[in-house]
């Protein structure tokens, strides 16, 4: 297990930009896949964007093209870049890992950060 800590949330107006990261507790060099989901009141929890030890990325297509997610094995942290924020990305963000241990998925969460988009 990895202990997952994001930071960087706040209160942003439309049209601006956020980052979020994320800094795990041991080296993220072994971590299968990171990403960033997000839950919005009364929403279910939903994937934002993911990044694999390999460094490829997936996005959801509501973010695809103004955000941009990373990943900087030497700091054993993630980050998400939000560009053109909406106001409809508001929402508490979580940073995901997920490690397979002998085709056994083990998977950590961070607490969350809020992302606030005024309009």
């Known amino acids: 297990q990895v202990q997952l800590v994001e930071s960087g949330g706040g209160l942003v107006q439309a049209g601006g930009s956020l980052r979020l990261s994320c800094a795990a507790s041991?080296?993220?060099?072994?971590?299968?896949?990171m990403g960033w989901y997000r839950q919005a009141p009364g929403k279910q929890r939903e994937l934002v964007a993911t990044?694999?030890?390999?460094?490829?990325?997936n996005y959801a297509d509501s973010v695809k093209g103004r955000s941009t997610i990373s990943r900087d094995n030497a700091k054993n942290t993630v980050y998400l870049q939000m560009d053109s924020l909406k106001p409809e990305d508001t929402a508490v963000y979580y940073c995901n890992a997920v490690t397979v241990v002998r085709t056994i998925p083990y998977e950590s969460w961070g607490q969350g950060t809020q992302v606030t988009v005024s309009s």
């Open positions: 041991r080296s993220i060099f072994s971590i299968n896949a």
């Open positions: 990044i694999t030890s390999g460094g490829s990325a």
